[in-house]
């Protein structure tokens, strides 16, 4: 998982988690389920655009609002392999790592991407290349801590390896 | 370098002498938190990894506040799996319908946060506890699960941003008010990743539900946690709830803080935020002529005793307009009783409002008063999102119980001014 490609599918700032997963849907919290309705409020579409692979860019605080880990899971669910922001808010930010969905803020690229752009993203040298667009952006990379959690595969793994007995 | 209030708090529970901002730490924590939408989920990771005994059975709560009474077969379902949990664990703060509250309301009022606490929750709005002195914020399930087979989560320090309040607030204006107000300067990524810190001769002047209003919104500016100097009020309020230890940190003299505001309390007038963010404010003289057709007073904002007694001053002897349907929802049984022995629930009754048992209902548009296409609201609550009460059409108005109150009476959003008192 240290690199993926994919198509972009753009949004603004402040999408917050209301729209990413709207709360009427979370009386389920079944992953495939919750992907069919993924941002349904601010975009009809993107269910039946969205390919597995393709990275979801957008502006400043994404997924600001509830601390729902149906959010990052929905995104995740529904073929997204990656969501490149401005900022994130932070809740979903813990989130995303948590499940294991890639996120990097990077603002440059962020702005930059439009829809349709194709964008490859190196998790370990944290860069960011529009292929569409011609340019390479710089990402903090994540701090050890968080790339051994990710190489856990996500929290839970990642405690039980740390876990005393 | 000194550390702010969240950075000794944090220090004291991770064993380290001096934090700063951006560090990483495994902390312990002295209460998880989890509702009935998201502990489904840390049930759901916590069996998958085959985690067995809880690391300890006094310091989770579980609350089903959100689609309870169960609104459906699926949320039933989901409560279930809390109920059963809870049983097999031998959790001990399992609140079931009929003793239970919203979350944020419930878990102060039972004594369980202290100043000085860490406290997590699988809600957004955890941090509330921050009115009590205590470092509290919300994460996800995941981070719920992990916790409460360990005991500990992990943080990245926060950076601070101080609010320095000074005054007295003015008849009919309330923390919502001052919470709208910061928002509206700071915008909702004012305080992204950070804490903010209020501090000032003005916190005295505040309620303890005031300052729980307050500390609630945090995260509406992005906030990782709100947090304020505990005062006598502060420690009469833990006192007379909760019978664990508690301990006060105040900020060093030369804490580092990013900003730092100046709030005069005096100032402040009733605020509301238009849709679609909480951002969106204006003063209530700014307002225009917006008719309304549902009010909803109550949330883990806006639905404790204090917001009850205002909203039921301004409707005492008066009527809610025609076509407004005006629900009041207490925040938590014990707020309930006492409305109800104070006379409130009947003056809301008679004004032809409904009155119902806890839950957040309305507030995430689960059920209990939601909108149709193109209906407005006004509500005590602290989102305004697209959808967030009901229809993608539907528009959010957030207010104080006074403005709300009032509203209801006039079937426009206005402030009691204009109802003469
Ligand atoms: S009242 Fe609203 S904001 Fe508060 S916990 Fe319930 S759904 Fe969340």
Not at chain 2, 149 to 175: C, D, R, Y
Not at chain 2, 189 to 216: C, H, P, Q, W
Not at chain 2, 341 to 356: P, Q, W, Y
Not at chain 2, 367 to 376: F, S, T, Y
Request: charged share 25%.
């Amino acid at each position: 998982m240290n690199k993926v490609k994919g198509k972009a599918i753009k949004y603004g700032d402040n999408i917050d988690t209301d729209v990413i997963i709207p709360a009427r849907h979370l009386n389920s919290s079944d992953p495939a389920e919750l992907a069919l309705h993924c941002m349904e409020d601010i975009d009809r579409d993107f269910v039946s655009k969205v390919q597995p692979g393709d990275i979801m860019a957008a502006g400043k605080n994404f997924g600001c609002g509830s601390s729902r880990e149906h959010a990052p899971i929905a995104i995740k669910a529904s073929g997204i392999s990656c969501v490149i922001a401005e900022t994130f808010a932070r809740i979903f930010y813990r989130n995303a790592i948590n499940i294991g969905l890639p996120i990097v803020e990077c603002p440059e690229a962020a702005r930059e991407i439009t829809e349709g752009d194709a964008v490859e993203v190196d998790f370990d040298s944290g860069e960011i290349t529009n292929v569409t667009k011609g340019k390479t952006y710089k990402s903090t990379p994540f701090p050890e801590f968080m790339k051994k959690l990710m190489a856990s595969n996500g929290l839970m793994n990642y405690i039980k390896d740390y876990r005393p007995e | 370098m000194g550390m702010t209030m969240t950075q000794k708090i944090l220090a004291d529970h991770c064993g380290a002498s001096h934090l700063r901002a951006g560090d990483l730490i495994k902390c312990r924590v002295d209460l998880v938190l989890g509702n009935d939408i998201t502990t489904p989920v840390a049930i759901r990771e916590y069996k998958k990894a085959g985690l067995d005994e809880v690391f300890d059975r006094e310091k989770i709560a579980l609350v089903p506040d959100h689609f309870t009474p169960n609104k459906d077969i699926k949320s039933a379902e989901q409560c279930k799996i809390l109920r059963e949990f809870a049983q097999e664990k031998g959790i001990l703060n399992y609140f079931e319908i009929g003793e239970m509250g919203i979350e944020h309301a419930l878990l102060p009022e039972k004594g369980l946060v202290v100043a000085g606490d860490v406290v997590i929750g699988a809600d957004s709005h955890t941090c509330t506890y921050g009115a009590l002195g205590a470092f509290s914020t919300g994460v996800g399930s995941t981070d719920m699960a992990a916790a409460m087979a360990t005991g500990e989560t992990w943080f990245k320090v926060p950076g601070a941003t101080k609010f320095i309040l000074t005054g007295k607030l003015s008849k009919w204006v309330s923390g919502k008010d001052v919470i709208l107000h910061i928002i509206g300067k700071i915008r909702v990524d004012g305080a992204l990743y950070k804490s903010m810190e209020f501090t000032g001769e003005g916190v005295r002047a505040l309620s303890m539900d005031d300052r729980f209003s307050i500390a609630n919104m945090a995260i509406e500016a992005g906030a990782k946690n709100g947090i304020f100097e505990v005062d006598e009020k502060t420690e009469a309020y833990i006192t007379g709830h909760s019978r664990k230890p508690y301990r006060i940190y105040k900020a060093d003299d030369d804490a580092q803080y990013d900003e730092a505001y100046q709030i005069d309390l005096g100032q402040i007038k009733p605020t509301v935020a238009f849709p679609h963010l909480p951002e969106n404010t204006r003063t209530i003289d700014d307002v225009g002529d917006i008719k309304i057709d549902q009010v909803i007073i109550g949330s883990c904002t806006n639905g404790r005793l204090e917001d009850l007694r205002t909203a039921a001053e301004i409707l005492e002897g008066r009527k809610v307009s025609k076509g407004v349907r005006c629900i009041v929802i207490p925040a938590t049984q014990k707020i309930y009783l006492d409305a109800m022995k104070e006379g409130l629930l009947e003056i809301f009754i008679n004004a032809g409002a409904a009155v119902s048992t806890p839950t957040c209902g309305p507030c995430l548009g689960g059920h209990m008063g939601i909108l149709a296409r193109g209906e407005k609201a006004v509500a005590t609550t602290n989102r305004n999102f697209v959808g967030r009460m009901g229809h993608t059409e539907s528009e959010v108005y957030l207010a104080s119980p006074a403005v709300a109150a009032a509203s209801a009476v006039t079937g426009r959003i206005v402030g009691p001014e204009e109802l003469g008192i």
